[in-house]
């Protein structure tokens, strides 16, 4: 073979043919800054993401639901004026959705896989969802690298079989994603039961009460009935024998007269301390140390009944961490802030422009604005004047009142950077010590497993991770693949 054959002159371009020169960070203000909407790389990469799937979801195709309340167990004032949150008692309708992540929506509900975990309050000033899975971190933290994760997950383009050799290739390739993988693999990646995991929002929230005055928060469910895992032989079993298993006991447990019980509790962070900590607290790869920021319990969500149309209700329910309410904000987590677009963008293009007009999306508030038409608008405006401001309306729309401090002041260089702290490896080794003798031996063998079939060039770049993480870790998984 020629030199010339062995060149390599192909480079990353957008749609348009323009060059890619970074296709790893976002657009933001400064290293660790919110996500700026002008990045058209990243909206193109999402936005076309979003769009490939007809009509099945992208990721969370399978899922259960079910209906409930929320109840606060003390006001949470102190620390945001989200009035659900701030009366002790107060109770509020919610939908839950559970799912898997990868699979399509005929799978198995016991691969591995994240599990998710969405939950709409319907509250008295609007929506808001908390959107997260059953592991509390991810594998990427910036969104610009979400269509590659999934991509890599997804079955391959050429055979449409899943193939360990691509997935592999990607976390190779991604030393952030080191944590999840540990999480993953364990068994906590494997499960039967969607009343018996965890819950994470995983992103970093912002909360702000009546004074302006602004924390960090990380939300935690937690469930009444305990975790469950099983064994990776299990969950292959089950997934011949019963691959239903997880919606069949959510559905037979609520249709029997029964309930499900999750403590919602939160772990708070003053804006000041972030810069204190070794990781990037808005970095969606990592946790924050419990016995630093404990956990506080804030309510109780019971779900007491199950959907009456699975379709209308669990296929069409369509969940954005965007949808929030007034004392809760998106903090500048490069995620979480992507996850802010694609996930209302995914929903337009999958149900419709009017999606929001469907009964279990519906806010259980009074909606007035000027948007108009669409596919399948039931609730058309009145009227000639659709826009604003307007002086000829009888009983014109008024603008709510804005507090001074309704908007945080950044500044800084527009880059495309990742963000200060990496500190890929810290938390995967912490995580490993922490397991028990079997629990370390189930995750070196689930490793093991998943590896074995990939080349030698992949093994060896995943055990250099995990003996960064542990040196104990990485011997053993060498040592199983016999490098």
């Keep these: 073979m020629s030199s010339k054959d ?20 976002s ?15 990243l909206i193109e990469k999402l936005a076309h993401f979003d769009r490939e799937r007809i009509p099945e979801r992208v990721v969370h195709a399978k899922g259960a639901g079910a209906h409930g309340k929320f109840k606060c167990y003390k006001s949470m004032e102190k620390y945001t004026k989200a009035k659900f949150l701030c009366k002790e008692g107060k109770e509020t309708p919610v939908f839950v959705r559970f799912s898997t992540v990868i699979g399509g929506r005929g799978s ?11 939950v709409k309050f319907y509250t008295e000033e ?3 969802d908390i959107v997260g899975n059953d592991l509390p971190v991810f594998f990427i933290r910036d969104a610009i690298k979400f269509p590659d994760v999934i991509h890599a997950l997804k079955p391959s383009p050429d055979t449409n079989i899943q193939d360990p050799e691509r997935y592999w290739d990607f976390f190779s390739n991604t030393p952030e994603a080191t944590n999840m993988l540990t999480w993953l693999f364990s068994d906590r990646g494997t499960i039967k039961s969607y009343r018996k995991i965890e819950g994470f929002g995983v992103n970093t929230y912002i909360w702000k009460n009546r004074y302006g005055e602004r924390v960090y928060i990380k939300y935690h469910w937690k469930p009444m009935a305990g975790i469950e895992t099983i064994t990776r032989e299990e969950a292959i079993r089950l997934a011949g024998t019963d691959p239903d298993i997880a919606v069949r006991d959510l559905y037979d447990t609520l249709d029997c007269g029964k309930v499900v019980e999750y403590e919602l509790c939160v772990q708070i962070m003053e804006l000041d301390e972030a810069c204190n900590q070794y990781f990037n607290p808005l970095d969606d790869t990592k946790i924050w140390p419990e016995e630093e920021f404990p956990l506080i319990k804030v309510g109780k969500m019971t779900l007491t009944h199950n959907p009456k149309n699975f379709f209308a209700e669990v296929e069409q329910a369509a969940f954005c961490p965007a949808n ?62 659709n826009y604003y401001p307007s002086s000829i309306e009888k009983n014109p729309k008024k603008e709510a009142i ?34 028990t003798k079997k629990e370390q031996d189930n995750l070196i063998h689930n490793i093991v497993m998943d590896l074995c079939g990939v080349s030698e060039k992949i093994q060896r770049k995943m055990i250099e991770y995990f003996t960064i993480a542990d040196k104990e870790f990485g011997s053993r998984v060498k040592k199983g693949l016999g490098i």
């Excluded at 198995?108 to 969405?118: E, M």
């Design 402 to 435: 804005c507090d001074k401090d309704d908007f945080m002041y950044v500044e800084g260089e527009i880059v495309r950077k990742v963000i200060d702290k990496e500190e890929n490896f810290r938390q995967a080794g912490e995580r490993y010590r922490s397991f």
């Design 27 to 41: 657009l933001t203000v400064g290293k660790n800054g919110p996500v700026l909407i002008q990045d058209n790389q």
């Design 126 to 128: 609007g929506n808001y």
């Design 108 to 118: 198995a509900d016991t691969v591995r896989d994240p599990r998710g975990f969405a």
């Design 6 to 25: 062995c060149k390599n002159d192909r480079y990353l371009t957008t749609n348009q043919g323009s060059p890619i020169c970074d296709d790893n960070n």
């Design 324 to 385: 929030v309410v007034p004392g809760i904000e998106l903090s500048a987590d490069k995620m979480l802030q992507g996850r802010g677009f694609s996930y209302l963008d995914t929903q337009r293009y999958r149900i419709g422009i009017n999606f929001i007009q469907l009964p279990i999306n519906k806010p259980r508030v009074k909606v007035d604005n000027n948007m108009q038409d669409g596919s399948m608008n039931y609730y058309p405006n009145k009227g000639k004047v």
